[in-house]
């Protein structure tokens, strides 16, 4: 039976330790757990090796857990304080040994143990936590400080414990892990009693080697790419910026130009130009991060100024009727944090004026929102616009290119509003893994009291959409969070679809 110099020095180390882990092999014969693991299949294939394959659970400890190991629980600070009090002291007290966040712990948890009572408004020692024996999921810290421990090696009393600590958060962590275990066949056991001869033999066929010739007379390894290898987990970009470089690489394709601008922004830009009206909710704190230092920007030139100033009061030359108020400058000229790309795009527009002009911008953007699932107070926006001799039925067909290109078969659109563009439309996409039309982005043309004011006089075409609600679908994620926590082995398996 022709066997490899590998496979010979794994036989041999079985027959020295009896049942080992590739790991163990590894070690006693210092060749590559990769080499050990290619042996041992192939060894199995022979009928020289039985492998064991179980589950397991690697126990280790989490920060909790590290600085519990340092400190002591919080449960046993406060036992040990109020031994040192005569076995009991006010609540009140606990301060001078825990944080405010750890004292409901302790007393939460000296009532389970049964290590303490309350009786008005003092903390008294029960006869078991007079004595201060350490309780079995403090002995497990202690076991878990020395290194990780598997699962299988606990005892009753140590799973018990464990439960009570994995009832804590961050304290301790469970990775799942195959284990292995070899030992010798018979037949592989006779192989071993009969001795081993290692041979030289040529494992890779290098340049050198085969200029030299050095092959010649040599054993030359077999080599089966069917072989289980190594988990390779080299670096690769973030998930949320895989898409939004597609989403670049789209728009380029398209024959956009990207354009960019600043986080920082004037209510001007952000809102007036876009012919928002100075008392519209979307301006209110609850909905616009505004800025301290500086609480104020700059403004365009005077002519632009004016112009917006008319289209709010009265609609100038637009034939609107304006919003009817008194439009104020101080109030424009307020910073904040943008919350919107459409602030970039406006500006680019008031700039350039001249069609044809076609450019996306792909940056954050800002929003007072309470952290949920489903909503961040930072987030990424994409947008596109068009400007010339175009029409409402060209931007249909330039959002229907654009959603195909992001791989979305079916597109259809309704009706919707938004105060800078009329008409105004909402994108829906199909989700064949959901079975159902979701809301991916809106668009429209801006109106003309958006447009005139900045002296352009040909439609503009207009779309953006929320780049953290499409990867989350495209990412199978029910929690927007997720996105941004560092989990990685989240982001090792991460695939965009």
Same mark, same amino acid.
């Given at each position: 039976m022709e066997l490899s110099n590998n496979e010979k020095l794994v036989l041999k180390a079985l027959g020295e330790l009896g049942k080992a882990s590739p790991e163990e092999i590894?070690?006693?014969?210092?060749?590559?757990?990769?080499?050990?693991?290619?042996?041992?299949?192939?060894?199995?294939?022979?009928?020289?090796?039985?492998?064991?394959?179980?589950?397991?659970?690697?126990?280790?400890?989490?920060?909790? #857990?590290?600085?519990?190991?340092?400190?002591?629980?919080?449960?046993?600070?406060?036992?040990?304080?109020?031994?040192?009090?005569? #076995?009991?002291?006010?609540?009140?007290?606990?301060?001078?040994?825990?944080?405010?966040?750890?004292?409901?712990?302790?007393?939460?948890?000296?009532?389970?143990?049964?290590?303490?009572?309350?009786?008005?408004?003092?903390?008294?020692?029960?006869?078991?936590?007079?004595?201060?024996?350490?309780?079995?999921?403090?002995?497990?810290?202690?076991?878990?400080?020395? #290194?990780?421990? !598997?699962?299988?090696?606990?005892?009753?009393?140590?799973?018990?414990?464990?439960?009570?600590?994995?009832?804590?958060?961050?304290?301790?962590?469970?990775?799942?892990?195959?284990?292995?275990?070899a030992r010798l066949a018979p037949r592989g056991e006779e192989l071993v009693a009969e001795g081993i001869e290692l041979e030289e033999e040529i494992s890779q066929l290098t340049h050198e080697i085969i200029k030299s010739q050095a092959w010649r007379g040599k054993k030359l390894r077999r080599y089966d790419v069917t072989l289980p290898a190594p988990e390779l987990l080299p670096a690769k970009?973030?998930?949320?910026?895989?898409?939004?470089?597609?989403?670049?690489?789209?728009?380029?394709? !398209?024959?956009?130009?990207?354009?960019? #601008?600043?986080?920082?922004?004037?209510?001007?830009?952000?809102?007036?130009?876009?012919?928002?009206?100075?008392?519209?909710?979307?301006?209110? !704190?609850?909905?616009?991060?505004?800025?301290?230092?500086?609480?104020?920007?700059?403004?365009?030139?005077?002519?632009?100024?004016?112009?917006?100033?008319? /289209?709010?009061?009265?609609?100038?030359?637009?034939?609107?009727?304006?919003?009817?108020?008194?439009?104020?400058?101080?109030?424009?000229?307020? /910073?904040?944090?943008?919350?919107h790309t459409t602030a970039t795009t406006i500006r680019h527009l008031a700039a350039t004026r001249k069609p044809p002009i076609k450019v996306f911008c792909v940056d954050r953007v800002f929003r007072k929102e309470r952290i949920t699932f489903k909503h961040l107070p930072e987030f990424h926006q994409v947008e596109g616009i068009v400007v010339g001799d175009v029409s409402f039925a060209d931007l249909l067909g330039l959002l229907r290119e654009f959603y195909s290109k992001m791989g979305f078969e079916r597109v259809r659109f309704r009706p919707g509003y938004f105060p800078y563009t009329e008409p105004s439309l909402e994108i829906e996409v199909f989700f064949p893994d959901r079975g159902k039309w979701l809301e991916l982005g809106g668009a429209g043309i801006f109106r003309p009291e958006v447009t005139e004011p900045l002296g352009i006089r040909h439609p503009v075409l207009a779309w953006g959409l929320g780049i953290e609600r499409l990867a989350m679908l495209r990412l199978g994620l029910e929690d927007i969070r997720e996105l941004y926590m560092s989990d990685i082995s989240w982001l090792r398996r991460a695939k965009v679809r």
């Open positions: 590894a070690e006693h014969t210092r060749i590559s757990i990769s080499a050990v693991n290619r042996a041992l299949y192939w060894l199995v294939r022979k009928g020289l090796v039985e492998v064991d394959e179980r589950e397991d659970s690697i126990i280790s400890l989490d920060e909790e #857990g590290k600085l519990y190991v340092e400190k002591g629980l919080p449960e046993r600070r406060v036992l040990e304080f109020l031994r040192s009090r005569g #076995g009991e002291a006010e609540i009140s007290a606990l301060g001078e040994v825990l944080d405010r966040s750890e004292v409901n712990i302790a007393l939460g948890w000296l009532r389970k143990k049964n290590l303490a009572n309350i009786s008005k408004g003092k903390l008294v020692l029960t006869e078991k936590g007079k004595r201060g024996d350490k309780t079995e999921d403090e002995k497990l810290l202690e076991r878990l400080a020395q #290194g990780e421990v !598997m699962l299988s090696q606990l005892s009753g009393e140590e799973r018990s414990a464990l439960e009570l600590l994995k009832r804590r958060q961050h304290v301790v962590k469970l990775e799942e892990k195959s284990l292995k275990e970009l973030h998930p949320l910026r895989i898409i939004i470089d597609e989403i670049r690489s789209i728009f380029l394709q !398209m024959g956009f130009k990207e354009i960019s #601008g600043p986080l920082v922004e004037s209510s001007f830009w952000n809102f007036d130009a876009l012919f928002v009206p100075q008392d519209h909710p979307a301006r209110e !704190m609850q909905d616009t991060f505004y800025l301290e230092k500086p609480s104020l920007a700059r403004l365009p030139d005077k002519e632009t100024v004016e112009a917006v100033k008319r /289209a709010h009061e009265c609609g100038a030359d637009t034939g609107s009727t304006g919003w009817r108020y008194s439009w104020s400058e101080e109030v424009a000229r307020t /910073a904040l944090l943008r919350t």
